[in-house]
């Protein structure tokens, strides 16, 4: 049918509506990228300096964290997003556009991207830990010179995931109302059959998860002096 109309790529939806879809997109990631290290670097820390192997075992704390953490992983973000919806208008005063999706979307990706900070955390050489202390260290300078520069290139790699991931919670928040290329996806090109539509939100998607995954895994290998 586009094809008899003249339409296909030389659509109003995709001249006047793709490049804010792309922006609200990249809007909606960064912020919730931004607000996820904000929260979850402290939290992912803490979850491996609380835990068996941490500086400052304290299992209760841990486990009634862990427990806190898993929960928020394990709910289906859609779900997430409408059961939320009272919150996000407390915090934003609406629960439609990409503003309002950022809370979802970091209230999901916190917990997920603090358990790749912990498992990043685990990988660093306990001797290397061990020697530091022995110096006097403090936990803290420990955790900052020690902990977290080891483990910087998998904290980058679990950043790079997260992102991915996030991306296409962006397009999943759009089926509500959240913006960005996924609404446009859904709005044009499956309610009104527009398929061009749909086949430039898909191919734009793919570049923006294809170019966050490649620089991640560079900035990653940069850091990585192993």
Same mark, same amino acid.
């Given at each position: 049918m586009l094809l008899a109309e003249g339409r296909w790529l030389n659509n109003p939806v995709v001249e006047n509506q793709l490049l804010d879809a792309v922006l609200e997109t990249l809007y909606m990631t960064a912020a919730t990228g931004f607000f996820t290290v904000l929260f979850g670097l402290p939290l992912g820390?803490? +979850?491996?300096? +609380?835990?068996?192997? %941490? +500086?400052?075992?304290?299992?209760? @704390?841990?486990?009634?964290?862990?427990? @806190? @953490?898993?929960?928020?992983?394990? #709910?289906?973000?859609? @779900?997430?997003?409408? &059961?939320?919806?009272?919150?996000?208008?407390?915090? #934003? %005063?609406?629960?439609?556009? &990409?503003e309002a999706a950022v809370v979802p979307l970091t209230v999901g990706a916190i917990p997920f991207f603090a358990r790749m900070v912990e498992n990043s955390l685990r990988e660093v050489s306990w001797g290397k830990v061990e020697a530091v202390r022995m110096m006097g260290a403090s936990d803290l300078h420990v955790t900052w010179n020690v902990l977290l520069r080891e483990g910087l290139p998998g904290i980058v790699g679990g950043l790079t995931i997260t992102l991915v991931t996030l991306i296409s919670f962006t397009a999943m928040a759009g089926a509500v109302g959240g913006g960005g290329l996924g609404q446009l996806a859904i709005n044009y090109g499956y309610n009104r059959y527009q398929a061009d539509v749909m086949l430039i939100c898909v191919i734009l998607l793919v570049l923006i998860v294809t170019a966050v995954q490649y620089t991640g895994n560079f900035i990653s290998r940069r850091l990585d002096h192993r």
């Open positions: 820390v803490l +979850l491996h300096n +609380l835990g068996p192997k %941490g +500086l400052r075992p304290m299992s209760p @704390v841990y486990r009634a964290l862990s427990l @806190v @953490v898993d929960f928020g992983r394990a #709910v289906p973000f859609i @779900v997430l997003m409408l &059961w939320i919806i009272p919150f996000t208008r407390l915090i #934003v %005063g609406t629960a439609i556009g &990409w």
